[in-house]
C-alpha cells in the first residue's frame, strides 16, 4: 500500500504545529510505502494561462517556453504522486482563514476533469477517486471549531469538500490541533494532546495497510 503524504508548511517543526504533525505521524508510520510531496520544495508555477497556454502548444506542436514545460511537468508530477497513492495525507496549517497558496496550486493541479472527477451525460460531477482515503492533519492558533467562527474556516473545510466531495475519497482520520495561540497558557499540553492523537492515527494506519 502506498501512502503520500502532502506536506505544506516549510517552517521548521520547532516553529510551526503543522510541521511537529507531520514528522509526528511520519515518525510513527511503519511497514508502508510512503511518499512525502512537499509542496515547498516542488517547483509549481501558479496556475494561470501558462498552463492553457502549454495545452494549446502540445496539441499543435509549437515550441513551449521554459515556464510552460515546467507548469506542464510539476502539475504532471502532481498527478502521478496522486495516482500511485492508496491514502493521501495533507499535513497543513489554517493561514489566514485559508490554506497556503502551494497547497492551493497542488489541489489546482490535480482538481481536473477527467482525472479526478469527471461530467457525466447530464452535465453531473461524478466522483473519480473514490478507491482512495484520505487522512486529514491541521493546525490553527485560533478555536474555529464553535458553531460562530466555524463558517471563517476555509483550510480543512476546503481540503474536505475538495478530496471527499469532488474527488471522492474516504476520509478515514481528522486530527485538528487549534487554539495554542489562543490559550498560550495551555498551549504545551493543547499540542501534546493532539500530536497524540497523530501518533494514534499513524499507528492505526499502519496496523491497517501492514
Not at 43 to 64: C, H, I, R, T, W
Not at 77 to 90: E, G, H, R, Y
Not at 114 to 136: H, P, R, W
Not at 157 to 177: A, L
Request: glycine share 6%; with cysteine; proline share 3%.
Amino acid at each position: 500500500m502506498n501512502v503520500l503524504v502532502v506536506k505544506a508548511n516549510n517552517r521548521p517543526a520547532s516553529e510551526a504545529v503543522s510541521s511537529k504533525m507531520y514528522e509526528t505521524f511520519i515518525n510513527n508510520l511503519e511497514g508502508v510505502n510512503v511518499t512525502t510531496y512537499d509542496v515547498f520544495a516542488e517547483d509549481m508555477p501558479y496556475l494561470g494561462q501558462d498552463l492553457f497556454n502549454a495545452f494549446g502548444k502540445v496539441e499543435s506542436g509549437e515550441e513551449m517556453t521554459d515556464v510552460e514545460k515546467r507548469i506542464l511537468a510539476a502539475k504532471q508530477k502532481a498527478m502521478d504522486a496522486l495516482t500511485a497513492a492508496d491514502v493521501v495525507v495533507f499535513a497543513f496549517p489554517l493561514w489566514n482563514l485559508t490554506i497556503p497558496a502551494k497547497l492551493q496550486t497542488f489541489i489546482d493541479y490535480v482538481y481536473q476533469a477527467g482525472y479526478s472527477f469527471k461530467y457525466d451525460e447530464n452535465g453531473q460531477a461524478v466522483q473519480l477517486m473514490t478507491d482512495k482515503k484520505a487522512v486529514i492533519l491541521c493546525a490553527r492558533g485560533g478555536i474555529y471549531s464553535t458553531p460562530e467562527a466555524a463558517p471563517m474556516e476555509m483550510a480543512a473545510t476546503y481540503i474536505k469538500n475538495v478530496v471527499s466531495g469532488v474527488f471522492g475519497m474516504e476520509i478515514i482520520d481528522e486530527v485538528i490541533i487549534e487554539g495554542h495561540a489562543a490559550a498560550p497558557d495551555r498551549a504545551e499540553t493543547i499540542i501534546a494532546e493532539g500530536l497524540a492523537k497523530v501518533e494514534t492515527v499513524a499507528k492505526n494506519l499502519s496496523a491497517v495497510l501492514v
